[in-house]
């Protein structure tokens, strides 16, 4: 039932840039992207959203698909603070939470 | 300032009892979320308050399950009769507006719900 698929787990190197896929190929045209992380024994917390137009804040950007079926979640320098599982939702009704994926970094 | 806080932090109980999850949310913020997150898994939603009336509560598993939130600010989640699988880190979140479309949700870091 999950609306966006991600990996499992990847992986990346301490300071090098990290690129997190998530598919949505059923999203509505009205649905934003949101991305959360959820680091070990805390709460999910907000990392950036979009809905068409490519996205920059001070943790990440978001690139965004023309078609909007797909979105890259881009960490510029990944950090061990980075170490989280990463969730991808559409913001509509139904909030729905996949299992995200767990980004490992290695000092 | 002050984010989303839960109570207790840990709650360990036994099966059939009754038991009572506090929410306190971002002060100002109209929307409240609960979800309930398993071990491995992503949080699993359970129920959404406008204010203080719950606008969708079709994720609650049950009828055991019951959530309020009488003054529009704190809320509690009302489990009776626990059973081992409710076991569990129950999440709260909180948002300014609760348009479910745009509005970013603050969690706070769960209430763990150990059923013996």
């Known amino acids: 039932d999950a609306k966006t698929t991600q990996p499992n787990s990847m992986e990346s190197n301490e300071e090098e840039p990290v690129h997190l896929p998530c598919n949505h190929s059923t999203i509505s045209g009205t649905d934003y992207i949101h991305w959360y992380r959820q680091l070990p024994s805390q709460g999910p917390e907000y990392v950036i959203h979009g809905l068409t137009s490519n996205v920059n804040n001070r943790m990440a950007s978001l690139a965004i698909a023309e078609d909007r079926k797909s979105s890259t979640l881009i960490l510029h320098r990944a950090t061990l603070r980075d170490a989280a599982v990463y969730y991808c939702i559409l913001g509509d009704d139904k909030i729905i939470f996949g299992k995200g994926t767990r980004l490992h970094i290695l000092p | 300032g002050a984010g989303v806080s839960q109570t207790p932090s840990n709650k360990v109980t036994e099966k059939g009892k009754y038991v009572e999850l506090r929410c306190d949310p971002i002060s100002g913020h109209t929307a409240l979320y609960w979800y309930r997150q398993s071990l491995g898994q992503g949080p699993e939603f359970l129920i959404y308050?406008?204010?203080?009336?719950?606008?969708?509560d079709s994720g609650l598993p049950n009828d055991r399950f019951f959530a309020v939130r009488p003054e529009g600010s704190v809320s509690t989640l009302k489990i009776q009769r626990t059973e081992r699988g409710d076991s569990a880190v129950y999440l709260c979140?909180?948002?300014?507006?609760?348009?479910?479309?745009?509005?970013?949700?603050?969690f706070g870091p769960g209430t763990r719900l150990t059923v013996l």
């Open positions: 308050f406008q204010g203080t009336g719950a606008a969708d």
């Open positions: 979140a909180s948002s300014l507006t609760g348009d479910r479309d745009r509005d970013t949700q603050y």
